[in-house]
């Protein structure tokens, strides 16, 4: 009997222009390492080969995007290119009111300024660290309300992005719903390996909160390739398109914040989103102290031209289809191969569990940061920890937290790579896979009092 082949898919995009890589050796992998403390945020990009540091900021532009550049209209006032960044957030997004900033936490910061109180309480479906931290330092406390199943690298759960709705309800009755301003939601959590909420489960809430008086913000970061997953996975969207599916789920939503440097194909920029004006109106004057003026938040007239452009492209079934695909073929080369790796594949990277691929390291001697800069030894390729680092320390105890998830994220860039490179990545994965059992822990040498993940140093035990 023949058996069933999938067919192949390719990219929908043929290149225009390259950029060399870089080939460090690895004398000098060593080297730079020990000088950026074992910390794969400090190493330069020059000694770097394959860079899967982050999605964020690093997506290569279509030729659409990069005419736009030059369609800039620099003017302090009223530039016309936020006009068409406002039109395009309507069109795909349906919000009713935007700000422009400079990045997704410049968003996070105005939203947290006027929605938080001092003593308030964040629902949330897993923290993202500036996320988190802006409610902090709004006098908020976050509290995560995710499934127990995203705190679990193996379970396969379709949706571990989704929210316990009898965890929210919990909250309600111990806090009341007046402490309770908002619950922010994002779509393919983060931390949790790039794992989906579903539409469902969003309207259970939606009913919840409305019963409450409750808001719902979305993190709508990357929001196209939560959508990706519900037309896969969720009953009755596989005929729906990728474009009416984020707005179904821009609708479930009261406002929203987007960090536009992901899913939205460009290199910086951001935005608040609101439906009531009276927030708006707050939000507007605030952004002016923090950003720049409510017509460009802090971009150029040429970045929110490219934005209004991404937003449009990011919502093709074609690009959405071949972005993750690629991510796919990643984890299932590295899946074949025994590697521990958060399951099931999310939206965008691979995330290592390194408590399974590190089991002998102790929590308290970092083993993803560890395993990150193993890897980035063997090859070149620059990963990033999430895991016992990123998660910081309680702000009011002065703890370290402890997180089940102990990841190191292979995140993929959109548009920038090749299947060929992520062959090399495989490889130098399952390389260091095989000599696992030499690897040491690290300890801490420099601990920065915010975000200490993008500064902290280390040295080898
Ligand atoms: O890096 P920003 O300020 O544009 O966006 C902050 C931000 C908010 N929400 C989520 C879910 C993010 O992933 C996020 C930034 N993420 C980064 C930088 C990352 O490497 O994942």
């Given at each position: 009997?023949s058996?069933?082949?999938?067919?192949?898919?390719?990219?929908?995009y043929k290149?225009?222009?390259v950029?060399?890589?870089?080939m460090p050796?690895?004398s000098?992998?060593?080297?730079m390492?020990?000088e950026a403390?074992?910390n794969?945020?400090?190493?330069?990009s020059?000694?770097?080969?394959?860079?899967l540091?982050t999605?964020?900021g690093t997506?290569a532009m279509?030729?659409r995007?990069?005419?736009g550049?030059?369609?800039g209209d620099?003017?302090?006032?009223?530039?016309?290119?936020?006009y068409?960044l406002?039109?395009s957030v309507?069109k795909?997004?349906?919000y009713?009111?935007?700000?422009p900033?400079?990045?997704?936490?410049g968003a996070?910061?105005i939203?947290?300024k006027?929605?938080?109180?001092?003593g308030?309480?964040?629902?949330?479906?897993?923290?993202f660290t500036?996320?988190?931290l802006h409610?902090e330092l709004a006098?908020?406390?976050f509290i995560d309300v995710i499934?127990?199943e995203?705190?679990d690298?193996?379970?396969?759960?379709?949706?571990?992005?989704?929210?316990?709705?009898?965890?929210?309800?919990?909250?309600i009755?111990k806090y009341g719903?007046?402490?309770?301003?908002y619950?922010?939601?994002?779509?393919?959590?983060?931390?949790?390996?790039?794992?989906?909420i579903?539409?469902?489960n969003l309207?259970?809430?939606?009913?919840?909160?409305?019963?409450?008086?409750?808001?719902?913000i979305?993190?709508?970061?990357?929001?196209a390739?939560?959508a990706?997953?519900?037309?896969?996975?969720e009953?009755g969207y596989?005929?729906k398109?990728i474009a009416s599916i984020?707005?179904?789920?821009c609708?479930?939503?009261?406002?929203?914040?987007m960090?536009a440097k992901?899913?939205a194909?460009?290199n910086?920029?951001?935005?608040?989103?609101i439906?009531?004006?009276?927030l708006?109106e707050?939000?507007?004057n605030l952004v002016?102290v923090?950003?720049?003026?409510h017509t460009y938040?802090?971009?150029?007239?040429?970045?929110?031209?490219a934005?209004?452009?991404?937003?449009?492209?990011?919502?093709s079934?074609n690009h959405?289809?071949?972005r993750?695909?690629q991510v796919l073929y990643l984890?299932e080369?590295l899946?074949?191969a025994?590697?521990?790796i958060?399951?099931?594949?999310?939206g965008h990277?691979?995330f290592?569990?390194?408590k399974r691929f590190?089991?002998?390291?102790?929590?308290?001697h970092y083993?993803?940061?560890?395993l990150a800069?193993e890897?980035?030894?063997?090859?070149g390729?620059?990963t990033?920890e999430?895991?016992?680092?990123?998660?910081?320390?309680n702000?009011k105890?002065?703890k370290?937290?402890?997180?089940?998830l102990e990841?190191v994220?292979?995140t993929i860039p959109?548009r920038?790579?090749?299947?060929?490179?992520m062959d090399v990545?495989a490889e130098?994965?399952i390389?260091?896979y095989?000599?696992?059992?030499?690897?040491?822990?690290?300890?801490?040498?420099?601990?920065?009092?915010?975000?200490r993940?993008?500064q902290a140093?280390f040295?080898k035990l």
């Amino acid at each position: 009997m023949s058996k069933k082949t999938k067919a192949s898919w390719a990219e929908p995009y043929k290149i225009k222009m390259v950029e060399l890589l870089k080939m460090p050796t690895i004398s000098q992998r060593k080297k730079m390492i020990i000088e950026a403390g074992y910390n794969t945020f400090l190493l330069k990009s020059k000694d770097v080969y394959i860079d899967l540091l982050t999605d964020s900021g690093t997506s290569a532009m279509s030729d659409r995007q990069w005419a736009g550049l030059m369609l800039g209209d620099e003017a302090y006032a009223g530039s016309e290119n936020y006009y068409n960044l406002e039109k395009s957030v309507k069109k795909y997004y349906g919000y009713k009111y935007i700000i422009p900033t400079h990045q997704g936490r410049g968003a996070e910061n105005i939203l947290s300024k006027i929605l938080i109180k001092k003593g308030d309480i964040i629902p949330g479906n897993m923290y993202f660290t500036t996320t988190r931290l802006h409610q902090e330092l709004a006098g908020g406390t976050f509290i995560d309300v995710i499934i127990d199943e995203a705190h679990d690298s193996k379970s396969l759960h379709p949706f571990k992005g989704n929210i316990d709705l009898k965890k929210v309800e919990a909250l309600i009755s111990k806090y009341g719903k007046d402490k309770i301003p908002y619950i922010c939601v994002a779509t393919t959590v983060n931390m949790a390996g790039g794992q989906p909420i579903s539409l469902e489960n969003l309207k259970q809430l939606r009913t919840l909160t409305k019963k409450n008086n409750i808001k719902i913000i979305l993190d709508m970061t990357r929001i196209a390739e939560n959508a990706y997953f519900i037309k896969l996975r969720e009953k009755g969207y596989s005929k729906k398109s990728i474009a009416s599916i984020v707005k179904e789920i821009c609708d479930q939503t009261d406002g929203a914040t987007m960090s536009a440097k992901k899913d939205a194909l460009v290199n910086i920029g951001g935005f608040l989103a609101i439906n009531d004006k009276e927030l708006f109106e707050e939000a507007s004057n605030l952004v002016v102290v923090y950003e720049g003026l409510h017509t460009y938040g802090g971009l150029a007239g040429r970045d929110m031209e490219a934005m209004a452009i991404g937003i449009q492209e990011s919502v093709s079934d074609n690009h959405i289809n071949a972005r993750i695909g690629q991510v796919l073929y990643l984890g299932e080369k590295l899946k074949e191969a025994g590697i521990p790796i958060v399951e099931p594949i999310g939206g965008h990277g691979i995330f290592l569990d390194a408590k399974r691929f590190l089991p002998h390291i102790k929590q308290d001697h970092y083993p993803a940061q560890t395993l990150a800069a193993e890897i980035y030894i063997d090859s070149g390729v620059r990963t990033m920890e999430r895991g016992i680092v990123s998660a910081g320390r309680n702000s009011k105890t002065g703890k370290n937290y402890y997180p089940e998830l102990e990841l190191v994220r292979l995140t993929i860039p959109r548009r920038v790579y090749t299947q060929a490179h992520m062959d090399v990545v495989a490889e130098s994965i399952i390389k260091v896979y095989k000599r696992k059992e030499k690897i040491k822990g690290l300890k801490m040498t420099y601990e920065p009092k915010y975000l200490r993940f993008f500064q902290a140093k280390f040295e080898k035990l």
